[in-house]
Each structure stands twice: as structure tokens, then as C-alpha cells.
């Protein structure tokens, strides 16, 4: 393991990332939101091992593009598909996202964790293949079915999100961004302690409390 204190704030950071994606992939409506803590915990991951190797990642630089400037470490190889599928998430979205899609990411980012850590000298237990299952054929599906599954928050407007707040109570971010105009949320980090732009209108964001 490192003794790098800045790698190890980073690994701290990504593993926090991480739980929250677990924690609001549970809550209904936070289903966007898990899948960019996904990508932003494996983007950490993989900023750890980078600075770990001698080669920091500037601040600005996202998920794909510190794979790219570092996947000739052989540790990486096995990632480069992993780390294609999370690269797209790097912003929160604004509708919600088909379940399936956030478990996918979640197990994604367990895989770069483990590549990441075993690389920096831990014995971990390999977590399943993140590969994701083929594509079922949908049958015919009654009324019922048809709304069983289905995400309010996927069909919300703005302006509907924004009337419906923020999640409850939890052991998510403490502090977040919130955009008044659009109802976009984004993480207090490292990264955004000073300010965040939001990523959709570009307005200065206002700091809240996360729970």
C-alpha cells in the first residue's frame, strides 16, 4: 500500500463515491446521480494509481482522459472496456436512467477499484465481471407491468424536480452545488470546493447542505 498522503486522500474520496453511488442507487429519483458518483469514484481510482506512478493528473482532466494518458500501465489493460462504458457519465443527468444501467456502473466502478488497488499492492477478492448481460426481448406486457418499473423521476420536468427536492435524509454527500435555475446537483469534493459551474447552463451554483 501507499504512503503517498495525497493517494491516499484519493483512494479516501473514491471509496466515499462509491458508497454514495450504492446509497442513491436505492433511493427512488437518484438514479442519474448514482450513476455519476459511479464514474466519479472509478475517475478517483484511477487518479490515485496514476499519482501513485509519478504521473498526477491535472484537475481538469476527466475519467477518460486519465485512462487514456496512463493505460500503458500494464495493471490497466483489463479496464479499457470498463472504463469506456462509465466515461459518458461524467455529469449528472437530467432524466433518471434505467436501473440496469446503474448496477452496471456500480459493478463497473468495483472493477477499477479492484485493478487499482491490486495495483497498489493490495490482495483483494475479484468482484464479478461487469460485463453487461445480453439484451432481452421485451414480451407483451399488461398495464400493470408496463408501470411497475418505470422511474418517476425519469419523466419529470425541471421544474417538476425541482418542486420535489432534494432526496431525504442519508448518509450521502454532506455539502452539495445546487443549480436554482435548472435543480441540478452536484457533489461538494475536492475538486468543487471552491465553486462549480453548472454543467448544463454554465450559472454559478449555491452551496446546501446535502442532506
Not at 477478492?125 to 411497475?148: F, H, I, N, V
Not at 475536492?190 to 459551474?197: D, L, M, N
Request: charged share 30%; with cysteine; hydrophobic share 30%.
Amino acid at each position: 500500500m501507499t504512503d503517498d498522503p495525497a493517494v491516499s486522500e484519493m483512494l479516501e474520496e473514491a471509496e466515499d463515491d462509491l458508497r454514495d453511488a450504492e446509497d442513491l442507487s436505492r433511493r427512488p429519483g437518484s438514479l442519474s446521480m448514482a450513476l455519476y458518483q459511479a464514474s466519479q469514484s472509478a475517475e478517483k481510482f484511477l487518479r490515485a494509481l496514476a499519482q501513485g506512478r509519478g504521473r498526477p493528473a491535472p484537475i481538469h482532466w476527466d475519467l477518460q482522459r486519465i485512462f487514456e494518458a496512463t493505460d500503458d500501465l500494464p495493471e490497466l489493460a483489463p479496464l479499457a472496456e470498463a472504463v469506456g462504458r462509465l466515461a459518458g457519465h461524467g455529469t449528472p443527468g437530467r432524466t433518471g436512467v434505467a436501473g440496469g444501467i446503474v448496477a452496471e456502473g456500480i459493478r463497473t466502478a468495483h472493477w477499477v477499484r479492484y485493478h487499482v488497488r491490486k495495483a497498489l499492492g493490495e490482495d483483494l477478492t475479484p468482484p464479478p465481471d461487469p460485463t453487461p448481460a445480453p439484451a432481452e426481448t421485451p414480451g407483451p406486457e399488461s398495464p400493470r407491468e408496463a408501470t411497475a418499473d418505470r422511474d418517476p423521476a425519469a419523466e419529470e420536468t425541471p421544474t417538476e424536480e425541482r418542486r420535489r427536492g432534494p432526496p431525504g435524509p442519508g448518509s450521502y454527500v454532506r455539502q452539495v452545488w445546487l443549480c436554482e435555475r435548472c435543480g441540478v446537483r452536484l457533489p461538494r469534493t475536492r475538486q468543487t470546493g471552491r465553486g462549480a459551474p453548472c454543467p448544463h447552463c454554465n450559472r454559478p451554483m449555491r452551496l446546501v447542505p446535502g442532506n
